[in-house]
């Protein structure tokens, strides 16, 4: 059995799997039942002041059969009553001393009204906070949530209010929802903050309804943007903590979230830097249990390794993730089609006919069957066919070059770094 | 645990799934909560979650969700009628086609049996000693279960490998021995001793046991098929079913097969033995069984396998009497019978066949006299247990298929391995008494 506690800037958990400030974390009931299932931590449903939710808040996005890839949310922050949160949170904390809570918090811009909730929140002994910087609907509208979190400035501002009360870590929560998040996050870094945590949810709208032309989901016939998250934003929140923690001014360590669902995804945003994950939308769809799976996954992964500790992954492939510039030039891969388990459905062919390079031929053999060749010398090796071949590893994509020869765009240019 | 190599005896039933089929399926179950399959699986396997560790790429977790639950998953994942069990009851039916749980949990298990790591560990040792009589899925079960919960057991087998009616009954091309052995030989790594060639009643007293072991499982499952009871049956060419099956698949040929096989019955024994005889080579055989196809306790899809293989079927028939010429069968007397489902003979409707083999598989017999020597109070020699596998006897318990009263229900792997699992707990229980 590996060792899969993890230590976020001081903050301990048993496991990396901790439940992101979102519906799951709205009371004590939830929280005790998570812990009780396994997850090794939980970010309390944002705590701030009193707002009113509206009925028809979320909506889902399926690909084909399957359900919730991604799902938009028109939902504020907590609307139940400070004074009731606060004894939940006490609750939780005294049936699992060993999991830490850590309170999400959301105010108003000024140091006073910051410094009140910092301080009305960690008489219940809270292990962390995490500043919500990233709420990209309604709250914005108030000039709170991303409305902060675009603002390098403000985010810096308001990271050192806090820490002037905070007397437990300080995690910064980011908003995607910006050109460049290294941006913010380095002004996370100089206010002073602990850990950063991204990413919140991203702008988006569901859909139009063809029939009634309501937007989705629709509150009495209308709709505002909502925040989108689930497995669909996976890549993106991936890169931007890669982003992130190959960043030499981003120097404190990073809670990676967005469209985590499985041991699998948790271990990518490991390795890419995260030293815990959040997550929200899995649960939302398959309720707590899932994270047994993630537990016995990821210590299965380190195990077949030989890897003691889950710690030794963080950020093993951040020197691999580099600028476009620095890629090998003279690196090439061609596709290779297996006979034997190609099933001739041509979806490689004409992928590579109309939209690459036409490089993969029709041709018949000795016994008139149909096969799938590739012209290696034109392949330019973009991998396409070998994505949309519905046979796993039926398409490989071979190396072709001598394997030594290392030639990059900024030598060739002598581009200065 | 060394066997000579077993015939196969042809392709299996069903095939390993293929991968692509492995992915599709895996992402199509909807990972239910208190899901339907579940329940309906005697042991209780979690099986959404089994399924969501394949679809996420943890296998090793995926056998450890199956076997955790079922001593006998890799079994269990072949012969498992799941058409009445977990698929059955699968969200999806009967709509569209429920989740093929039983060809998701064979790879999973077949992953585990090439990759050969030990999932379970032996619990601290209690200093308690369990003796368990037979090791077949129900014994085996129990052992395993016992020594994760740090007893010492020792198993006693009479035959000359552990795996009972799964490695010398069912048929090669729906369970291959070494399935059974592979099974047998996880409960051996969990530090149990496997003594086989030894018989309780002859090799060792029961008294012995009992004076020995601080509890004691009985798993001795059932005996050999009982006589039809006409005349003739001592014939050259009159087979046991279960004699059969077993010489099928240790020598991969029966002696004296010829061309036209009766195979005596209309259960998964009889279905058995008549599938291996047309895989051995005999041309005509067919199954004759006394009341109507509906009363028929085979499974609608062995009877469907049986009739892909070629066999045929005669119902509301029963043999009079073996013809004989020579000392060697010769022919079969019938008697139609009432379609009434009584089974009672029609006065005048015998007719007479030429057969070259007849093979019985009318259920099996009991092991009264074993039962006996414990003190264990059974009917007909079927255990008298309670929900706990408790026999009359506060140290001897029972399991599986000696336990198992006809026409309750089936005697499956299943329930063998979840009675075995049962017996487990009560005696770790039991063990416990006093000592917490
Ligand atoms: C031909 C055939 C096909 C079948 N097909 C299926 C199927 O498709 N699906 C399914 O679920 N079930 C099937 N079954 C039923 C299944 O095999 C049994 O229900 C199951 O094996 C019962 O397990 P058990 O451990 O109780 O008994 P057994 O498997 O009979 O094991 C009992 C063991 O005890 C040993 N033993 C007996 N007496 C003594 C003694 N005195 N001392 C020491 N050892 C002793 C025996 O040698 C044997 O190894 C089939 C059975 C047969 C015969
Ligand atoms: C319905 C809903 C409500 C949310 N509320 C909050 C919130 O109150 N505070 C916060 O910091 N993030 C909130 N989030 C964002 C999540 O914490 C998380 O950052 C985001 O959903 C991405 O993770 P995921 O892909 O695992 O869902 C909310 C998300 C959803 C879907
Ligand atoms: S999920 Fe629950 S709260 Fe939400 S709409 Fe359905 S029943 Fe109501
Ligand atoms: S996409 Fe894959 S399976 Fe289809 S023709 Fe091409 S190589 Fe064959
Ligand atoms: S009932 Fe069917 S769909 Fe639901 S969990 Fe079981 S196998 Fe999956």
């Given at each position: 059995m590996a060792d899969l506690s993890s230590n976020l800037a001081g903050i301990r958990s048993p496991n990396p799997f901790w439940l992101a400030s979102a519906p799951p974390t709205n009371s004590g009931y939830q929280v005790m039942r998570a812990f009780a299932a396994g997850w090794g931590g939980a970010v309390w449903k944002t705590l701030g002041e009193p707002i009113v939710n509206v009925t028809s808040r979320f909506a889902g996005l399926n690909a084909g059969a399957t359900k919730m890839i991604g799902m938009n949310n028109i939902e504020l922050i907590t609307d139940r009553p400070l004074d009731d949160n606060l004894r939940e949170i006490a609750a939780c904390k005294a049936a699992y001393p060993d999991r830490p809570i850590v309170a999400s918090l959301m105010t108003g811009c000024t140091q006073r009204s910051w410094h009140e909730l910092v301080n009305a929140v960690q008489d219940v002994a809270v292990d962390g906070f995490e500043l919500n910087f990233g709420c990209p609907h309604g709250m914005s509208e108030r000039g709170m949530g991303s409305a902060v979190g675009q603002d390098p400035a403000l985010v810096e501002q308001i990271t050192r209010w806090v820490k002037e009360a905070a007397r437990v870590p300080v995690i910064v929560k980011l908003t995607p929802n910006i050109t460049d998040v290294r941006y913010t996050a380095r002004a996370a870094a100089r206010g002073g903050a602990d850990a950063i945590s991204l990413i919140n949810t991203l702008n988006s709208l569901m859909g139009v309804d063809l029939d009634t032309w309501n937007p989705i989901p629709h509150v009495d016939g209308k709709s505002s943007h909502g925040g989108f998250c689930g497995p669909a934003v996976k890549p993106i929140a991936l890169n931007m903590v890669g982003e992130c923690a190959r960043d030499p001014q981003v120097t404190v360590p990073i809670s990676g979230i967005g469209g985590i669902a499985t041991w699998r995804d948790a271990v990518e945003f490991m390795l890419m830097g995260a030293t815990n994950v959040q997550v929200c939308t899995a649960v939302m769809r398959d309720g707590f249990r899932i994270v047994a799976d993630m537990i016995e996954g990821l210590n299965n992964y380190l195990d077949d390794r030989g890897i003691?500790?889950?710690?030794?992954?963080?950020?093993?492939t951040v020197p691999r993730f580099v600028d476009w510039n620095d890629l090998n030039l003279d690196y090439k891969i061609v596709a290779r089609i297996d006979p034997a388990t190609c099933i001739n459905c041509n979806r490689c062919w004409i992928a590579c006919e109309d939209a690459a390079h036409q490089c993969i031929d029709r041709l018949v053999d000795e016994t008139g069957a149909s096969v799938l060749e590739v012209d290696e010398e034109h392949c330019v090796g973009c991998n396409l066919c070998s994505m949309v071949c519905p046979v796993d590893e039926c398409i490989t994509m071979v190396r072709v070059d001598d394997g030594e020869s290392v030639h990059t765009w900024r030598e060739r240019l002598s581009v200065p770094s | 645990m060394a066997m000579k190599p077993t015939f196969a005896l042809g392709p299996p039933m069903a095939e390993p799934l293929a991968p692509l089929d492995v992915i599709v399926e895996a992402n199509r179950c909807l990972n239910c909560y208190d899901a339907p399959c579940t329940r309906a699986c005697p042991t209780g396997i979690d099986i959404p979650r089994f399924i969501r560790r394949i679809a996420s790429g943890d296998k090793a977790g995926a056998a450890r969700t199956i076997m955790d639950a079922n001593p006998m998953g890799a079994s269990c994942a072949r012969v498992c009628p799941t058409e009445e069990l977990c698929e059955g009851a699968c969200v999806y039916t009967p709509d569209a086609p429920a989740i093929r749980i039983g060809q998701l949990q064979q790879h999973a298990t077949d992953w585990l049996m090439a990759d050969g790591r030990a999932l379970f560990s032996p619990g601290t040792p209690s200093g308690k000693r369990v003796a368990v009589v037979g090791g077949g899925p129900a014994g085996l079960s129990a052992a395993r279960d016992l020594a994760r919960l740090g007893h010492q057991v020792t198993v006693f087998e009479r035959d000359d490998l552990p795996g009972g009616l799964n490695t010398y009954g069912i048929v090669p091309y729906r369970l291959p021995a070494e399935v059974a052995l592979w099974e047998a030989e996880q409960v051996r790594r969990l530090g149990v001793d496997i003594r086989t060639g030894v018989a309780v009643g002859t090799g060792v007293a029961a008294a012995e046991l009992l004076a020995e072991y601080d509890a004691i499982v009985i798993a001795c499952g059932m005996g050999r098929v009982p006589h039809l009871g006409i005349p003739g049956e001592d014939a050259g060419g009159v087979w046991d079913a279960l004699d059969f099956i077993r010489r099928a698949k240790e020598d991969g040929a029966v002696p004296g097969l010829g061309d036209t096989v009766a195979v005596i019955g209309g259960g998964n024994t009889a279905i058995d033995a008549a599938t291996a005889s047309k895989r051995l080579g005999a041309s005509s055989v067919t199954m004759f069984y006394r009341r109507g196809a509906e009363r028929m306790t085979a499974y609608a899809f062995e009877i469907e396998f049986a009739r892909s293989e070629g066999v045929e079927f005669r119902h509301c028939v029963i043999p009079k009497r073996i013809v004989t010429n020579e000392g060697r069968v010769a022919g079969l007397e019938l008697i139609r019978t009432d379609t009434d489902g009584s089974a009672r003979p029609i006065p005048g409707s015998a007719y007479t066949i030429p057969v070259d083999n007849v093979i019985r598989a009318i259920g099996q017999s009991r092991f009264a006299a074993l039962l006996d020597a414990f003190g264990v109070i059974h009917e007909h020699g079927v255990a008298v247990v309670d929900d706990d596998m408790r026999t009359n006897q506060p140290r001897v318990f029972a399991a599986g298929d000696c336990m198992f009263r006809a026409g309750a229900g089936d005697a499956m792997v299943v329930e063998a391995a979840e009675r075995g699992k049962t017996a487990a707990r009560s005696i770790d229980a039991f063990l416990r008494e006093g000592t917490a």
């Amino acid at each position: 059995m590996a060792d899969l506690s993890s230590n976020l800037a001081g903050i301990r958990s048993p496991n990396p799997f901790w439940l992101a400030s979102a519906p799951p974390t709205n009371s004590g009931y939830q929280v005790m039942r998570a812990f009780a299932a396994g997850w090794g931590g939980a970010v309390w449903k944002t705590l701030g002041e009193p707002i009113v939710n509206v009925t028809s808040r979320f909506a889902g996005l399926n690909a084909g059969a399957t359900k919730m890839i991604g799902m938009n949310n028109i939902e504020l922050i907590t609307d139940r009553p400070l004074d009731d949160n606060l004894r939940e949170i006490a609750a939780c904390k005294a049936a699992y001393p060993d999991r830490p809570i850590v309170a999400s918090l959301m105010t108003g811009c000024t140091q006073r009204s910051w410094h009140e909730l910092v301080n009305a929140v960690q008489d219940v002994a809270v292990d962390g906070f995490e500043l919500n910087f990233g709420c990209p609907h309604g709250m914005s509208e108030r000039g709170m949530g991303s409305a902060v979190g675009q603002d390098p400035a403000l985010v810096e501002q308001i990271t050192r209010w806090v820490k002037e009360a905070a007397r437990v870590p300080v995690i910064v929560k980011l908003t995607p929802n910006i050109t460049d998040v290294r941006y913010t996050a380095r002004a996370a870094a100089r206010g002073g903050a602990d850990a950063i945590s991204l990413i919140n949810t991203l702008n988006s709208l569901m859909g139009v309804d063809l029939d009634t032309w309501n937007p989705i989901p629709h509150v009495d016939g209308k709709s505002s943007h909502g925040g989108f998250c689930g497995p669909a934003v996976k890549p993106i929140a991936l890169n931007m903590v890669g982003e992130c923690a190959r960043d030499p001014q981003v120097t404190v360590p990073i809670s990676g979230i967005g469209g985590i669902a499985t041991w699998r995804d948790a271990v990518e945003f490991m390795l890419m830097g995260a030293t815990n994950v959040q997550v929200c939308t899995a649960v939302m769809r398959d309720g707590f249990r899932i994270v047994a799976d993630m537990i016995e996954g990821l210590n299965n992964y380190l195990d077949d390794r030989g890897i003691a500790s889950v710690a030794e992954i963080v950020g093993k492939t951040v020197p691999r993730f580099v600028d476009w510039n620095d890629l090998n030039l003279d690196y090439k891969i061609v596709a290779r089609i297996d006979p034997a388990t190609c099933i001739n459905c041509n979806r490689c062919w004409i992928a590579c006919e109309d939209a690459a390079h036409q490089c993969i031929d029709r041709l018949v053999d000795e016994t008139g069957a149909s096969v799938l060749e590739v012209d290696e010398e034109h392949c330019v090796g973009c991998n396409l066919c070998s994505m949309v071949c519905p046979v796993d590893e039926c398409i490989t994509m071979v190396r072709v070059d001598d394997g030594e020869s290392v030639h990059t765009w900024r030598e060739r240019l002598s581009v200065p770094s | 645990m060394a066997m000579k190599p077993t015939f196969a005896l042809g392709p299996p039933m069903a095939e390993p799934l293929a991968p692509l089929d492995v992915i599709v399926e895996a992402n199509r179950c909807l990972n239910c909560y208190d899901a339907p399959c579940t329940r309906a699986c005697p042991t209780g396997i979690d099986i959404p979650r089994f399924i969501r560790r394949i679809a996420s790429g943890d296998k090793a977790g995926a056998a450890r969700t199956i076997m955790d639950a079922n001593p006998m998953g890799a079994s269990c994942a072949r012969v498992c009628p799941t058409e009445e069990l977990c698929e059955g009851a699968c969200v999806y039916t009967p709509d569209a086609p429920a989740i093929r749980i039983g060809q998701l949990q064979q790879h999973a298990t077949d992953w585990l049996m090439a990759d050969g790591r030990a999932l379970f560990s032996p619990g601290t040792p209690s200093g308690k000693r369990v003796a368990v009589v037979g090791g077949g899925p129900a014994g085996l079960s129990a052992a395993r279960d016992l020594a994760r919960l740090g007893h010492q057991v020792t198993v006693f087998e009479r035959d000359d490998l552990p795996g009972g009616l799964n490695t010398y009954g069912i048929v090669p091309y729906r369970l291959p021995a070494e399935v059974a052995l592979w099974e047998a030989e996880q409960v051996r790594r969990l530090g149990v001793d496997i003594r086989t060639g030894v018989a309780v009643g002859t090799g060792v007293a029961a008294a012995e046991l009992l004076a020995e072991y601080d509890a004691i499982v009985i798993a001795c499952g059932m005996g050999r098929v009982p006589h039809l009871g006409i005349p003739g049956e001592d014939a050259g060419g009159v087979w046991d079913a279960l004699d059969f099956i077993r010489r099928a698949k240790e020598d991969g040929a029966v002696p004296g097969l010829g061309d036209t096989v009766a195979v005596i019955g209309g259960g998964n024994t009889a279905i058995d033995a008549a599938t291996a005889s047309k895989r051995l080579g005999a041309s005509s055989v067919t199954m004759f069984y006394r009341r109507g196809a509906e009363r028929m306790t085979a499974y609608a899809f062995e009877i469907e396998f049986a009739r892909s293989e070629g066999v045929e079927f005669r119902h509301c028939v029963i043999p009079k009497r073996i013809v004989t010429n020579e000392g060697r069968v010769a022919g079969l007397e019938l008697i139609r019978t009432d379609t009434d489902g009584s089974a009672r003979p029609i006065p005048g409707s015998a007719y007479t066949i030429p057969v070259d083999n007849v093979i019985r598989a009318i259920g099996q017999s009991r092991f009264a006299a074993l039962l006996d020597a414990f003190g264990v109070i059974h009917e007909h020699g079927v255990a008298v247990v309670d929900d706990d596998m408790r026999t009359n006897q506060p140290r001897v318990f029972a399991a599986g298929d000696c336990m198992f009263r006809a026409g309750a229900g089936d005697a499956m792997v299943v329930e063998a391995a979840e009675r075995g699992k049962t017996a487990a707990r009560s005696i770790d229980a039991f063990l416990r008494e006093g000592t917490a």
